[in-house]
């Protein structure tokens, strides 16, 4: 017997806690819903509970049928009433998405996993 369970996003309240902010790191950080980097001046959102960066109309998409970080699937609540975005923000660690990996980049590549001047064969 197959049981279809209909999944619920995040309240929308909750969603209007989490602060859009302009993307402004050095750090390359992939948007992992549409799988493009966040560039400096996007639109975008970082997880009170994780800390994870996303593009904002993304992970508001994504909101919609879950409550949960795509990454690491920690439930998502409310940020706290005086919170500030600065601090989110300092808090972001680009390892802990995906713990265990290696944190340089191999040679002759970039920081976003892409070889200077384009593709080599």
């Not at 409310?78 to 802990?96: C, F, I, K, M, Y």
Request: proline letters at 9%; charged letters at 25%.
């Amino acid at each position: 017997m197959i049981t279809i369970v209909e999944c619920d996003g995040i309240k929308p309240s909750v969603l209007r806690s989490i602060p859009v902010v302009d993307f402004n790191s050095k750090d390359c950080v992939k948007c992992i819903v549409c799988l493009s980097d966040l560039v400096h001046g996007d639109k975008s959102r970082v997880l009170p509970s994780c800390n994870h960066w996303f593009h904002a109309d993304c992970i508001d998409t994504w909101f919609r049928s879950h409550s949960t970080c795509p990454i690491c699937r920690k439930r998502v609540s409310s940020v706290q009433r005086g919170a500030r975005r600065e601090s989110l923000a300092q808090n972001h660690d680009p390892s802990s998405e995906h713990p265990g990996l290696p944190t340089e980049p191999p040679p002759n590549i970039d920081g976003c996993g892409r070889y200077p001047g384009g593709l080599r064969s």
